[in-house]
């Protein structure tokens, strides 16, 4: 079965970097385009980036656009999430998904806080 997991969450301060992982298993990762949603607390989950199946086509949210760059390695079955010049605004749980299957991993929590 599909199983996606999510890693790389943590506390960092204004300003600073992290980069997320999500590993994906039980479908043939290289055929699908993938997408990272977050949900802040007491908010609705917001479409943060999603990629194309060969990595060649990205889209961003207007928040992230410009800090944020999501990247795919399909050797590895792999989608990332470099986030830069992070705000608190940007403190969430941060999920993976195929962007046309409603499967989700746990998350993973990035606090962003001094």
């Known amino acids: 079965q599909v199983q996606l997991v999510e890693s790389g969450g943590g506390l960092v301060q204004p300003g600073g970097s992290l980069r997320l992982s999500c590993a994906a298993s039980?479908?043939?990762?290289?055929?699908?385009?993938m997408v990272w949603y977050r949900q802040a607390p007491g908010k609705e989950r917001e479409l943060v980036a999603g990629?194309?199946?060969?990595?060649?086509?990205?889209t961003y949210a207007d928040s992230v656009k410009g800090r944020f760059t999501i990247s795919r390695d399909n050797a590895k079955n792999t989608v990332y999430l470099q986030m830069n010049s992070l705000k608190p605004e940007d403190t969430a749980v941060y999920y993976c998904k195929r962007r046309d299957l409603e499967v989700w991993g746990q998350g993973t929590l990035v606090t962003v806080s001094s």
């Open positions: 039980g479908f043939a990762f290289s055929r699908y385009a």
């Open positions: 990629i194309s199946s060969a990595g060649g086509s990205r």
